[in-house]
Every structure is written in structure tokens, then in C-alpha cells.
């Protein structure tokens, strides 16, 4: 059966890439090693010029890193993937392949707090500016976009806020102007969303979260959606013979090779076999946390309850539109949660005395993690950026595992006894 054909989770164990082993090994193996072989110079200068798909060095291409891209590549229907060391490599290399000194990113004012530091401080020594924007927001999307504009970069759902980014909304002024729009889907990954048909041109991962199989291994991932012209970025004017895959040329030959942030063949070996599991893992992950959700909405205890499942969410109806699965089996909005107590006093208190939860930063981990933002991965913002940005003091995160979701409960409902 040809390999479109088939169905979401056996596309992952089937899909191309998954040839037949030397030893008839039904697990792809780890390459551990750097260096391979060739026959003659003639091979190797082949190999080095891209004439010939060839293996020359890990830190370029290495099989079994080879075959976890491959396996993303056809999961976003996409024209190809690059595997990196971690998802803000991703993010770095992607933006900084598709830039030049002088060019403008027009991104979501609420992004990971990373991911802001990288755009506001980080690449202002690139001479690359960024315009922070309320990307659901027409108007002000569009009145940011100038001259110098290249490229609009938001996340699928933000994180903490949990707003669900309007992409069809974004697609749209992105077409209009011939910008490139770049979507995190870390979140949400090609199970819950399918970036193709909402207009995304590049999708990048942190493939450390739900693609990893449980925090097991750090990675990342840029996936090229074959869906635009690249002809139109300055930028990749050296690689404009390469049509189509003009901005992949650019990173394996260039910025993703001369940056080094590949990633080891341990880790895409253990993230291929996340990837084997990760329809179930999500699956259960978004049922508990709309439980949770549901049940911390109805505390008197919390103030307020941000997750898009809910149906008193401002974002209930767009993460419907969004996040119906490819296989069509129903919503779900991620597993995720954020919630306000009544200070930063409770906050802390609640998260000292939880016992199953664990205090750790991460997402999408097989067990239930918990993180007071403003004070960890915000903490390198003012107070006045972080009220902007909708992280206060008294806002918790809750990334929800796959555990039984009445002993989370219980562990919730007596930390906030106790808070």
C-alpha cells in the first residue's frame, strides 16, 4: 500500500525511510558513529557537492537522524525536514536562514520567554529587528508590516497564556504581502494540527515535549511545507537555482552545517521511537487536562482558568476550527493549563504542596509537571514586559501527564487546601 495511503499512526511505523535492514533488524539501529566510508574520491567529491545522496559526516547528515526527519517530513505533509539539538536551535536556525541584516520579523507579543529574549536581544546584534504585535488582531498585524518585513512567527498556542493563534487569520495577510509565516507547533505537533492546510509555509518543533516519548532526550525540528516561493526572500538569492528547495539547501549547506546544532543519532533513535506512541500519549494528555480544566474552573479557590477547551475560553470556538485532528477523531486543544490563585504567596504555597505533581520546568513530559512563570522562565523580563505579556504573579502552569487523572485531581485538590 502506497505510503499516503495510510492512516496517521501507521504512517509513523511505515512510513518512507523504513527500509529493510541488513540484518533484517525491524528497529532502525543507531549510527553512533561520525565519519562513513566511500569507494573513491570521485564518490566523495560527489558526496560533498550534493550530487549523490550520499552519508559524509554526522554533524551534516547521519541515517539515523535521517530517518526522524523523514518520519516528520510526510507526518506536516511536508517537502522536508531538518533535526536539530533542541527546538530553540530550530527556531534559530529557520529565522536566521530566511534573514538578512536589516530584514523584520513581525511575531506574537505572547512567545516563551526564550524565544522573545532570542528575537528582542539576541538577534538585534544580527542588526535583525523584531515588531512584537497581537497577531489575532488585523489591524495592528497589518499596520506592522513594512518594507523590511519578511517573515511572521507565532506559536500554535502560546505558552502560559494558552491563546490559540488565529492561522488562517494570519495566512491570509501573510499571502497578501508574500511574507513567510512561521508557526511553532510545539504544542500541538502534526497530530492535533494540520499547519499545511492553514496556510503555514514553515513548521518548527521542540521535539523535547510530546515528540520525544516523555522528556527522554532535547531536540528540535524545522519542517519546510513546500508551499512557498522562496524566490521572493532575498536572503536565499545564493540558492535561488535550488527552486523549491531553495531554504533547505541553505540550512543543510550552510547555516544549519556551519552553526553545528545537529542533532545526536541517540537522540533522534529514542524521538523515531516517541514518535511510535505519540497519537496515544496526546490523546490522553488533552483528556485529562479538559478534565482538570473543567474541575479548576469550578474551585472557588481559583480565580481564573486559562485553556482553550474550555467552552468559557475567548478561544474555545477558533481551537475547534484549528485542532480537529487529521484522522477527524475530535477536539483537543493540547495539555496544557494555566491558572491564577490569589497571589504569588498561594501560587507558591499550592505548588509546594503538591506530591505527585512535579516542581519542573518542561511540557508535555509523560508525568504532571508544574512552574510558577514569572518568577522562572520570566523571570529575565520587567515587571511592566511581563504584565504585557499576561504573566502575573500569581499564575501557575500545569503541563498534564499521562497519569490517572482522579489521583491528579486528588493531589490538586489537597495542595489547594492546603494553599
Known sequence: ???????????????????????????FPIYAGVAFG?????????????????????????????????????LENGLGAIALSSGMAA??????????????????????????????????????????????????????IDE????????????????????????????????????????TTPYLFNAKEHGINVVLHSTTKYISG???????????????????????????????FAFLSRLRKEVYRNFGSCMSPQAAYLQTLGLETLSLRISKSCDNALFI????????????????GLESSDFYHLARAQFNNIEGKGFAPGGVISFELG???????FINHLHLVKRATNINDNKSLIIHPASTIFSDFSSKDKKEMGVTDNLVRLSVGIEDVKDLMDDIDQALVRA
Request: charged fraction near 20%; proline fraction near 3%.
Open 38 to 74: 566511500f569507494e573513491s574520491a570521485q564518490d566523495m567529491e560527489d558526496a560533498f557537492l550534493h550530487r549523490k545522496p550520499s552519508h559524509a559526516y554526522s554533524r551534516i547528515t547521519n541515517p539515523s537522524v535521517q530517518l526522524f526527519e523523514q518520519t516528520l517530513t510526510q
Open 214 to 244: 516523555g522528556a527522554t532526550s532535547v531536540g528540535g525540528a524545522i519542517v519546510d511545507l513546500g508551499n512557498y516561493d522562496w524566490t521572493l526572500i532575498p536572503a536565499l538569492k545564493k540558492y535561488h537555482n535550488h527552486t523549491r
Open 293 to 308: 480544566a473543567q474541575c479548576l474552573e469550578k474551585n472557588t479557590k481559583i480565580k481564573s482558568v486559562n485553556y482553550p
Open 343 to 349: 497571589n504569588r504567596d498561594e501560587a507558591f504555597n
Open 91 to 144: 527556531i534559530t536556525n529557520a529565522l536566521l536562514a530566511l534573514l538578512n541584516t536589516g530584514d523584520t520579523i513581525i511575531a506574537s507579543k505572547y512567545l516563551f520567554g526564550n524565544t522573545r529574549s532570542l528575537l528582542e536581544e539576541t538577534f538585534k546584534g544580527f542588526g535583525i529587528q523584531s515588531k512584537l504585535v497581537d497577531v489575532n488582531n488585523e489591524k495592528e498585524l497589518e499596520n506592522a
Open 148 to 187: 523590511h518585513s519578511r517573515v511572521i512567527f507565532c506559536e500554535t498556542i502560546t505558552n502560559p497564556q494558552m491563546n490559540v493563534s488565529d492561522c488562517s487569520l494570519i495566512s491570509k495577510v501573510a499571502k497578501k504581502h508574500n511574507l513567510i509565516f512561521v508557526v511553532d507547533n510545539t504544542v
Open 1 to 27: 500500500m502506497p505510503a499516503q495511503n495510510l492512516r496517521f499512526d501507521t504512517r509513523i511505523l511505515h512510513g518512507p525511510g523504513h527500509e529493510k535492514d541488513v540484518h533484517n533488524s525491524i528497529r
